[in-house]
């Protein structure tokens, strides 16, 4: 993926770890990200410099999440996808209004890395549709066509097993 700025990724979070947490993942990813610990400092970088994706939590001081979403959807439209990363507000119906708001996605925090990722990767894929499978390594393409063919994980993961016989299974790394 192009490391340019019109492939940044806006991470809005007043917890810094969490904002650290969240470049770092994407960072290792092949994205640039710029992080703002306020609402209004997520709507100064928006307009200084159009993001690919803003990530956005809803519990911020001064303006809320869903204040800057909406700020947003002003400014640039439903092209610029959103997604809410936030631990408060994590009831089914708070997903669900989060989404008729209209954010593009409500992910919960804790999350699990491997699925931050991969939302990420579907909300930009979606909001540019004649991109191909990009950022994506060639062993996250080869597990992806494993479940395509309609294997199981434990299956997958026994292949794997048999390819790198001097790794453990995880579940006997596990219990060892």
Known sequence: MSRGLENTVLIVDDDGRVRA?????????GFVTREAATGEEALAAAREQKPRLVLLEI???GLSGYEVLRELRDSF????PVAFVTGVRTDHLDRVAGLLL???DYLVKPFSPDEFLARVRALLRRSRPGEDRAGLTPR????????????AQDEIAEREDGRHPHRAHP??????
Do not use: I, K, W
């Not at 996250?140 to 294997?151: F, H, I, S």
């Not at 579940?171 to 060892?176: G, K, L, S």
């Open 77 to 80: 439209g439903e092209g610029l």
């Open 140 to 151: 996250e393409l080869d597990v992806l066509r494993l479940l395509a063919q309609g294997l």
């Open 59 to 61: 519990s911020l001081p």
């Open 102 to 104: 209209g954010a593009d």
């Open 171 to 176: 579940r006997q790394a596990r219990c060892a």
């Open 21 to 29: 947490l969240m470049t770092r993942l994407l960072g290792q990813a």
